[in-house]
């Protein structure tokens, strides 16, 4: 098949060779446009920051749960427009003082942006 292929395409009349000559030049680019084009395609998103009001978060809380090795684990989480979402201790306990004092306290949120809805990850301080 291929001694074939190669006759065809030294021959200088056949309509075939005149194909096959030019696409030895598309065929690279073609190569290259299919290896290049899922480097561009899926490009991972990037998390959005948002300040925070702090009269937004309803309610702190502190849940305690057992890791795979049976030890405790308290985890820090604040509801936030209606929705869980984690936090740290430190964040947990420096707003706890802000509101035991009635200061304001300096809070971001780290989430998703998908079109017009953000979708929270956690709260932090700023």
Do not use: H
Request: glycine share 4%; proline share 3%.
């Amino acid at each position: 098949m291929a001694f074939l292929l190669g006759c065809i395409y030294k021959s200088k009349n056949s309509k075939l060779s005149k194909v096959m000559r030019k696409s030895k030049f598309l065929l690279p680019f073609v190569v290259m446009a299919t290896i290049f084009t899922p480097c561009f395609a899926a490009q991972p998103q990037k998390n959005d920051t948002v300040s925070v009001n702090s009269m937004d978060i309803k309610k702190w809380v502190q849940a305690e749960s057992v890791n795979a090795k049976g030890a405790k684990v308290i985890k820090y989480y604040c509801i936030y427009k209606d929705e869980l979402v984690n936090t740290s201790k430190n964040t947990y306990e420096k707003a706890k003082l802000c509101q035991q004092y009635g200061a304001k306290c300096a809070l971001i949120c780290i989430g998703k942006k998908q079109g017009n809805r953000f979708t929270p990850k956690r709260i932090t301080l700023n």
